[in-house]
């Protein structure tokens, strides 16, 4: 199992510009979620998506779109790329179950992401 | 979810225990506490997480209070390995709305020297 794969790894965007980042996992889960990491902060979120056909908005959706394509592949859209957006870009996965073992989120390596 | 407060930073020597303090005093009767380590920017990377009972696994152990109001994890033989920034979460467990969302604080900078 690979777990939760990023891609790409780094990526350098003019304002204006925009990207997808993409995710995917392979261990079956459910609810897949974005979060993003500025420097000296906690994670926090900007999406996610309880199960595969849904979406929904987090702590800090502004300037992203998102798609869950299936239910592997989850991924982020910026529209119009901006200074602010400069960030490490995280995916996580998740599902549900009665048994402990199943109540940990997975997270990807991330995806840095600078913003001119 | 209800919020924590964490200690900023903390230091402690290789090979001894760490203790790491988290203080939850609005957590709901239904809400678990979570930890989480995030080593070098990588991904975080789940610890460990309990109800009110003590937990333990192989990477550490959860001990919360009788009143549920603070826990502390403790890393029984630390080592350079461990350092990192240490997220106490606290949220609904597994089939409550939260939908496994989870709330990051600014963590615990864990350091652990020679």
């Known amino acids: 199992n690979a777990g939760v794969t990023q891609t790409p790894k780094f990526q350098v965007l003019k304002t204006g510009q925009s990207m997808t980042l993409q995710c995917a996992q392979d261990?079956?889960?459910?609810?897949m979620y974005w979060y993003r990491q500025d420097p000296g902060m906690g994670l926090r979120l900007i999406y996610y998506s309880a199960s595969e056909g849904t979406t929904d908005k987090g702590e800090v959706p502004n300037g992203y779109n998102v798609s869950r394509l299936n239910k592997r592949e989850f991924s982020l859209r910026l529209e119009s790329a901006a200074p602010s957006q400069t960030s490490v870009y995280f995916c996580a996965s998740w599902t549900s179950g009665r048994v402990f073992s199943y109540n940990e989120q997975f997270f990807g390596p991330g995806t840095r992401l600078t913003v001119l | 979810d209800a919020k924590t407060t964490q200690p900023t930073s903390m230091d402690c020597a290789e090979g001894r225990a760490a203790n790491l303090p988290c203080n939850h005093s609005?957590?709901?009767?239904?809400?678990?506490v979570y930890w989480y380590r995030q080593i070098h920017s990588q991904g975080p990377q789940y610890i460990i997480h309990g109800l009110k009972n003590n937990e333990t696994n192989e990477m550490a152990s959860l001990i919360i209070t009788e009143d549920r109001k603070s826990s502390t994890l403790i890393l029984p033989h630390a080592t350079l390995r461990d350092t990192a920034v240490y997220y106490c979460i606290v949220r609904v467990g597994a089939g409550g709305t939260s939908y496994g969302k989870l709330t990051f604080g600014q963590g615990t900078i864990l350091t652990v020297h020679p």
């Open positions: 609005t957590i709901s009767g239904n809400e678990y």
């Open positions: 261990m079956n889960h459910n609810s």
